[in-house]
């Protein structure tokens, strides 16, 4: 559970980094409400899956647009596939 756990906070930076947040007024901002806690902003943003066929955790979104869709289809976790499977074909 732990080494799962360390996964997806390791994800969570690295997305927060790629999507160039480090600073923002969220997490950097005089009264941020995460200020200083990128991890807890990245956790709080992102959505996170187990892919339906390595069982790896990966990056599925933003949170927000997971609330927004949410009941609209239902996806299977069979269905949830990491990139590395998907582009294997598997």
Same mark, same amino acid.
């Given at each position: ?7 997806? @906070? +390791?994800? +969570? %930076? @690295?997305? %927060? $980094? ?24 990245? %956790? ?21 647009? +997971?609330?927004?869709?949410?009941? @609209? $289809? @239902?996806?299977?976790?069979?269905? $949830? ?10």
């Amino acid at each position: 559970v732990l080494e799962v756990k360390q996964k997806v @906070e +390791a994800l +969570a %930076l @690295e997305q %927060l $980094r790629v999507d160039n947040l480090e600073a923002s007024e969220s997490v950097a901002g005089k009264d941020a409400p995460y200020k200083g806690k990128p991890l807890e902003y990245a %956790l709080h943003s992102y959505t996170f899956y187990f892919c339906g066929q390595c069982d790896e955790p990966f990056f599925g979104g933003a949170a927000a647009c +997971a609330e927004s869709v949410s009941g @609209e $289809r @239902e996806i299977a976790p069979s269905e $949830r596939v990491c990139a590395a499977c998907d582009a294997r074909g598997d």
